[in-house]
C-alpha cells in the first residue's frame, strides 16, 4: 500500500457508534469473519490483496459472478484500462431485481417509490419491477435494440427511470443517463457523442409547480439527433402532446404484457458498459465516462453495503436526478442491498417548507440523503423536522460539496438529536462511487470522512507528488473494479484528465487534507482554490466562518487577482430571510475566527446564488461572472437561482 490507510480516532469524536451499530453492521461482521482486528489492518490487506479482496466482497456482498474467473484484474492493456474477472459473466438485473424477486421474503416488499414535485406518489414491488423489466426489455428487443445499442433517458425520478435502466441492462444495452434539466442543446450533444437510438422521456413534469415539457424538449434535441429512430414517452403529467407515428410510442405499447417467455438477463463480459454517463466541463464537450456491470455494481454494492450498511428491508431516500450519478448508483446500489429507493423529484422545501422530513415520516425511511446546501436552506428557516415523526431514520448521508460546521452541527443536534450519524460520502462520476466515506460502525468528527472506502489506496499529495499533512491533491495509488473505463471513443482525453500529471497516480481534482485525528476533510474542488500569500485554501473553511456569522443563510467564495497577494477573497452572502447583514460586519467576524490573512477583502450580499439543478454552488460560474469572464458550459445551471444576482467587477 502506497497510500495512507488512516481512519478517525475515537477520542475526538462528537458521535460513536453503539453496540447495536456494530452487531448489524455488515463491514463489522465482514471484518470479523476475514479475521481482521482493525479497520486499518483490513483496509490495508483490501489494497495490498486486490486478487483477494474483490472475489471475497463480490461474495460477501451476493454479487452472482457466473463461471470461473481467469484473472482478478488484467492489465495487459495499460495500468489505465484495467479489466476485471475476465473468464466469468454477469448482469446487474440478476443481482437487483431477479434475486429479489424470488425471494418470498423480499418479493413484496416495496423497491421503488416515487415522490413527485407535485404531490403524486407511486410505488414498485420486486415481483412488480420484475414484471416492468421483463416487459420493457422485450419492448426494446421488439423495436430492435439488441446488445450494445445505446438507450438514453431523460426523464424525471419515476418509477419508470429505474425500469430503463435495469431493462435495458438486462439486454446488454447501454444507458445514457440525460440531467431532467436540460433544453434541447444539451441534450442533443449527449445523444450525438453516444449515437443513441432510443430516447425515453416523459410527456412532462414539474418544478416548483411550474410545467416543463420534457416531451417537447426531446423533440428539439431529435431534430439535431439523427441516431435516435425511436422515442419512448412515459405519461407523467397528463399534458396533450403530439406523437409522430412510427418514432413516438407510448410507455403502455412498449413495456406491455408479454406473449411469451421474458427475456432472460443476458450473460455479458462483467467488463460490458453499463453507462455512459457524461459530465460537464469548464471547456470543450462533455465526458462520456464509461462504467461497466462488475464496476458499477460491485462499488456501489461495497460503498452502500460497507458504508451505509443498507439491508434487505431498509428504505433509502435521496433527492438526486437520474441524469447524474448519483441516481443510477441510488437504484444499482440500492436495489442490489434489498433496499427499498424512494426517488424524489424536486426541491426539500416544496410543496411544504418541511417536505424532506415528511417524505421520511411517509416512507419510514432509514437512510435519508441531504446536501449540504439543502442543510443550510432548511437551517436559514429553522424548518428542523420538530413535529414530524423522524423515528424511522438511523442515519443521514451526504454527498456532493464540503460542509460547514455550522449547518454540520445543526444537521446532527437540531434534527438529528445526537442520535444519527452522517454518513459523508465523497467521490465522483469518473470513479464509479466513493472514495471517502463514514461508516455506521465508526466514530465520527464534525464535517469530516472516518477514512477511505475498502479497496482504495487514496493519499493527499503536494505540488512535488509528496504525501503531506496539509491540504493537497486527493489522489488513488491504485486501480479498482469502479473506475471509468475511459471516456467514450476518447482515450486519449481520458488519459490526459486523470493519469497525466504523475505517473501512475489517479488525481481526482478534489482539495483533502488529513487531521491530527487521522480524520479526512474535503476542502473542494481544485479548480476552486484559492492561493493567498502562497497558501492554498479551499473555499469551504472561509464559507464555513461566513455562515456562523449571525444572519447569514449561506456563502460563496472566489479569489481575484490581487498584485499583492495573488489572490484576494470576494466573498458573496445570501441572508436568511427578515435578517440585515452588513460587508463589513461579516469580513471581521470571519477576521476574528480565522484570521486577516484569509478573510474576505470583500463582501457582496446577494439575494441568491447560482446553482445546478442538484444543489452544488457553481463558483466557476460566480467568478466568471463577477470577472467579466466567458461563462462556459452552463448545462446543469438552475435558471430559478440566475447569475445577474451577482455583482461586475
Known amino acids: 500500500m502506497k497510500g495512507r490507510p488512516s481512519f478517525g480516532r475515537d477520542e475526538a469524536a462528537v458521535w460513536r457508534p453503539t453496540a447495536a451499530h456494530i452487531e448489524r453492521s455488515r463491514m463489522a461482521a465482514a471484518l470479523k469473519r476475514w479475521g481482521f482486528s482493525s479497520m486499518e489492518d483490513f483496509h490495508r490487506a483490501s489494497v495490498d490483496r486486490p486478487e483477494w479482496f474483490w472475489p471475497a466482497a463480490a461474495e460477501d456482498l451476493g454479487i452472482p459472478l457466473r463461471g470461473p474467473v481467469q484473472k482478478v484484474c488484467d492489465e495487459s492493456a495499460g495500468r489505465a484500462f484495467p479489466r476485471w474477472f475476465t473468464g466469468a459473466t454477469l448482469n446487474i438485473v440478476d443481482s437487483c431485481v431477479d434475486r429479489h424477486a424470488a425471494d418470498p421474503q423480499q418479493a413484496g416488499r416495496t423497491a421503488v417509490t416515487y415522490e413527485g414535485d407535485n404531490g403524486s406518489r407511486r410505488s414498485l414491488t420486486f415481483t412488480e419491477l420484475k414484471t416492468e423489466v421483463d416487459r420493457f426489455a422485450a419492448g426494446l428487443q421488439a423495436l430492435g435494440v439488441g446488445k450494445g445499442d445505446r438507450v438514453a433517458l431523460f426523464m424525471p425520478s419515476v418509477p419508470e427511470a429505474a425500469v430503463v435502466i435495469l431493462g435495458s441492462a438486462k439486454i446488454g444495452a447501454v444507458v445514457v443517463p440525460s440531467f431532467s434539466g436540460y433544453g434541447s442543446e444539451s441534450l442533443a450533444t449527449r445523444l450525438q457523442a453516444s449515437e443513441a437510438k432510443v430516447l425515453v422521456t416523459a410527456d412532462g413534469t414539474t418544478r416548483r409547480g411550474k410545467p416543463v415539457p420534457m416531451k417537447q424538449i426531446a423533440e428539439g434535441a431529435l431534430a439535431l439527433s439523427p441516431t435516435v429512430k425511436h422515442l419512448v414517452v412515459v405519461p407523467n403529467s397528463g399534458e396533450a402532446i403530439a406523437m409522430a407515428p412510427g418514432r413516438d410510442h407510448w410507455w403502455k405499447d412498449v413495456a406491455a404484457p408479454l406473449a411469451g417467455p421474458a427475456p432472460a438477463p443476458e450473460a455479458l463480459d462483467p467488463n460490458h458498459p453499463l453507462f455512459i454517463i457524461y459530465t460537464s466541463g469548464t471547456t470543450g ?56 429507493v424512494v426517488m424524489i423529484e424536486g426541491l426539500p422545501d416544496y410543496p411544504e417548507p418541511d417536505r424532506l422530513w415528511r417524505i421520511v415520516e411517509r416512507n419510514r425511511v432509514t437512510v435519508q440523503g441531504i446536501a449540504p446546501t439543502a442543510a443550510r436552506g432548511l437551517r436559514s428557516r429553522d424548518v428542523d423536522g420538530k413535529g414530524v415523526d423522524l423515528s424511522s431514520l438511523r442515519a443521514f448521508a451526504s454527498t456532493g460539496e464540503a ?3 455550522p449547518s454540520w452541527h445543526w444537521l446532527f443536534e437540531q434534527v438529528g438529536g445526537k442520535r444519527l450519524p452522517i454518513l459523508n460520502y465523497s467521490g465522483g462520476t469518473e470513479t464509479g462511487g466513493g472514495i471517502l466515506s463514514c461508516y455506521t460502525m ?11 472506502l475498502p479497496g482504495m489506496d487514496v493519499d493527499v499529495l503536494d505540488a512535488d507528488a ?68 502562497g497558501r492554498r485554501v479551499g473555499p469551504a473553511e472561509i464559507e464555513s466562518a461566513l455562515v456562523t456569522q449571525p444572519g447569514v443563510a449561506e456563502a460563496a467564495v472566489i479569489g481575484v487577482p490581487d498584485e499583492m497577494k495573488g489572490q484576494a477573497v470576494v466573498a458573496f452572502v445570501v441572508a436568511k430571510p427578515g435578517a440585515t447583514v452588513a460587508a463589513e460586519t461579516l469580513i471581521a467576524g470571519v477576521t476574528a475566527l480565522i484570521g486577516k490573512a484569509m478573510a474576505p477583502s470583500k463582501a457582496h450580499v446577494v439575494a441568491g446564488l447560482p446553482k445546478t439543478r442538484n444543489g452544488k454552488i457553481m463558483r466557476r460560474a460566480i467568478r466568471a461572472r463577477h470577472l467579466g469572464q466567458p461563462l462556459g458550459d452552463l448545462s446543469a445551471h438552475d435558471p430559478l437561482t440566475p447569475l445577474d444576482q451577482i455583482p461586475t467587477l
Open 466 to 533: 509528496r504525501a503531506t499533512p496539509e491540504i493537497g491533491e486527493l489522489v488513488m495509488l491504485n486501480t479498482w473494479p469502479g473506475m471509468a473505463h475511459s471516456f467514450w471513443k476518447d482515450d486519449a482525453r481520458y488519459l490526459d484528465t486523470y493519469w497525466s500529471r504523475w505517473p501512475d497516480v489517479w488525481v481526482h481534482g478534489d482539495l483533502c487534507s488529513i487531521d491530527a485525528d487521522g480524520y479526512w476533510h474535503v476542502h473542494g474542488r481544485s479548480d476552486d482554490t484559492l492561493k493567498i500569500g
Open 285 to 340: 464537450l462533455p465526458k462520456g465516462i464509461v462504467h461497466s456491470h462488475i464496476g458499477y455494481l460491485l462499488k456501489s454494492a461495497i460503498d452502500f453495503g460497507y458504508g451505509f450498511d443498507l439491508q434487505a428491508g431498509d428504505v433509502l431516500g435521496w433527492i438526486a436526478d437520474m441524469g447524474w450519478m448519483l441516481g443510477p448508483l441510488m437504484v444499482v446500489g440500492g436495489l442490489h442491498c434489498g433496499s427499498a
Open 442 to 452: 465508526l466514530p465520527q468528527t464534525p464535517a469530516s470522512f472516518c477514512g477511505p
Open 403 to 405: 460542509w460547514d460546521e
